[in-house]
C-alpha cells in the first residue's frame, strides 16, 4: 500500500523531471534515473541512461515547457506517471506532447527506471 507522501513526491519528482529537461539539469537526472534507465524519444528512437544524460546536455530544442494533465498511478513500488506538455520550440512554434514514466521505489526512494515521450508542434 502507497505511503500517503508518495504521491507527494512522485508530483514533486515530476515536475523537477520537466524542469530538469528544460534546464539541462544533467545532475538531476544522473540523481534521479536508474543505472538501467531507458527512454524511448518523440522520433520513435530508444536511448539508454547515458545517451539519454547526452541529450539532456545538447538540450530538446523546447522552452516553456509545462506540464498538464498529470495522472499518477502507484502500484506497491511501482509508480506510473502519464502527462501532456505544452512547450515552444527553438523555431518559435507551439507545441504539445504526451510522456509517460515510469517509477520505482527502491530502498525507500523513488527513481525513474523509464520514460516514452512524444510531441509534435501545434498547427
Not at 545517451?51 to 495522472?71: D, H, P, R, W, Y
Request: proline share 1%; glycine share 8%; with cysteine.
Amino acid at each position: 500500500m502507497p505511503q500517503a507522501n508518495d504521491r507527494t513526491m512522485l508530483e514533486k519528482l515530476n515536475h523537477e523531471y520537466v524542469k530538469s529537461v528544460q534546464n539541462k539539469d544533467v545532475a538531476w537526472f544522473d540523481a534521479n534515473l536508474s543505472a538501467d534507465f531507458m527512454n524511448t524519444a518523440s522520433d520513435g528512437s530508444l536511448a539508454d541512461r547515458k545517451t539519454f544524460l547526452g541529450q539532456i546536455a545538447k538540450g530538446t530544442g523546447v522552452s516553456k515547457i509545462a506540464e498538464e494533465e498529470v495522472v499518477i498511478r502507484i502500484t506497491g513500488d511501482t509508480a506510473i506517471i502519464h502527462a501532456a506538455t505544452a512547450f515552444t520550440t527553438d523555431a518559435g512554434t507551439s507545441g504539445r506532447g504526451r510522456y509517460t514514466d515510469i517509477w520505482q521505489k527502491q530502498n525507500g526512494r523513488w527513481i525513474c527506471v523509464a520514460a516514452h515521450v512524444s510531441r509534435r508542434a501545434s498547427a
